[in-house]
């Protein structure tokens, strides 16, 4: 008979042995040992060892779902070894490697905030070579995001990978790097730009965003030449070019004299001009003045003359309209209404010079 229990409880008592084995790490116990001869004992011990084999497969689960890597680790410190491009990256964090892709998530900074040096905090998923695949990557606050303005100088590199400055501080792009408002090709010396992104440890900028911002000058048309539309001239000392491109408001490109108050918006270009986008003529004209007489002191040759009027220099250029007459019939004696704008050395730069008809 107690061979037959024996053949009988041998699945249930190979649970409990297993179970007490594992729990204990001792014989059995007197209970257990006493369901191998009672079998009206045996069908709690049974369960008793079902449930400690299960649980111990749940921990072996856990275990398996640990090595699979299924588990986020977290990692700390400076990166190093930076290789790749934005977002697929590879490099070393804590004596750990670390790659990232196109799901990984970066928080408080940009894909191109990570750089050699760069405080980050990464999770992701650790690999069967010991290497860790970022899901997240946090950059530490250390490299603030910070703006700068102003005019680009000391331009290098090529696009997309520039490095210029601006008011002093140094600035270099990528190709993740957002052109606003233009191309990378935009980016020339003396262009003024608008400059967002975060500082490295060297206390250059990376730049995520660089908004290349348009001139705006005003002031009164000096040193015109050309023929529209194709015109350049100063204001207030800076050199201005007009193209087919150029738009020209409260008013036509023809407008555009010396003496003629304008405001103009443009990019900067290499050379230090502004190449205009825009150029608006002050069509308020009430600032002209009006002087009609003889005409004294005649120098110069056509189109450009100097004389006196009404003890008021007048001066014209190619651009001055000659009415009731050409300009070769200006002469001393000769009577003539001028209108135009007066200089800052006190002389009137003639827009216009009506010739008196003799009737």
């Not at 024996?6 to 007197?30: K, Q, V």
């Not at 530490?140 to 997309?160: F, I, R, T």
């Not at 705006?216 to 015109?231: D, H, I, Q, W």
């Not at 036509?252 to 004299?257: F, I, P, R, S, T």
């Amino acid at each position: 008979m107690m061979k037959h229990y024996g053949i009988t409880l041998s699945a249930f008592a190979l649970a409990a042995l297993a179970a007490g084995c594992s729990n204990s790490g001792s014989n059995l116990s007197p209970t257990s040992a006493s369901s191998l001869s009672d079998p009206s004992r045996s069908s709690g011990s049974a369960s008793s060892g079902s449930n400690a084999v299960s649980a111990a497969q749940q921990n072996s689960n856990a275990q398996q779902q640990n090595s699979n890597g299924e588990h986020h680790d977290e990692l700390h410190g400076v990166v190093s070894g930076l290789s790749g491009s934005c977002p697929n990256l590879a490099f070393t964090l804590d004596g750990t490697a670390v790659t990232t892709n196109s799901s990984t998530v970066f928080e408080d900074g940009p894909c191109t905030a990570i750089q050699n040096g760069t405080k980050i905090d990464v999770k992701g998923a650790k690999q069967p070579n010991g290497s860790v695949v970022a899901s997240e990557v946090e950059t530490e606050n250390g490299h603030s995001k910070v703006e700068v303005e102003g005019d680009v100088s000391g331009l290098g590199g090529a696009c997309p990978n520039l490095t210029f400055m601006v008011n002093g501080t140094a600035v270099t792009t990528n190709n993740s790097t957002d052109f606003e408002d233009g191309s990378c090709s935009g980016i020339q010396n003396n262009t003024r730009v608008e400059v967002e992104g975060l500082k490295q440890p060297d206390g250059s900028v990376l730049a995520s965003q660089v908004e290349i911002e348009e001139v705006k000058l005003e002031g009164m048309v000096a040193g015109l030449s050309g023929v529209c539309p194709n015109l350049t001239f100063t204001v207030n000392g800076s050199p201005v070019t007009t193209n087919s491109s150029t738009k020209f408001d409260e008013g036509h490109c023809a407008d555009v004299q010396n003496g003629e108050e304008v405001e103009v918006k443009g990019l900067r270009q290499p050379n230090g001009s502004v190449l205009a986008r825009k150029v608006e003529v002050d069509d308020d004209h009430d600032k002209e003045v009006e002087i009609a007489g003889s005409v004294s002191a005649l120098s110069g040759a056509c189109p450009t003359l100097t004389f006196t009027l009404k003890g008021k220099t007048v001066v014209t250029t190619s651009l001055t309209k000659f009415d009731d007459g050409l300009c070769s019939g200006v002469q001393n004696g000769v009577k003539v209404e001028v209108k135009g704008l007066t200089q800052s050395n006190g002389s009137v730069l003639a827009r216009k010079v009506e010739l008196d008809d003799h009737d």
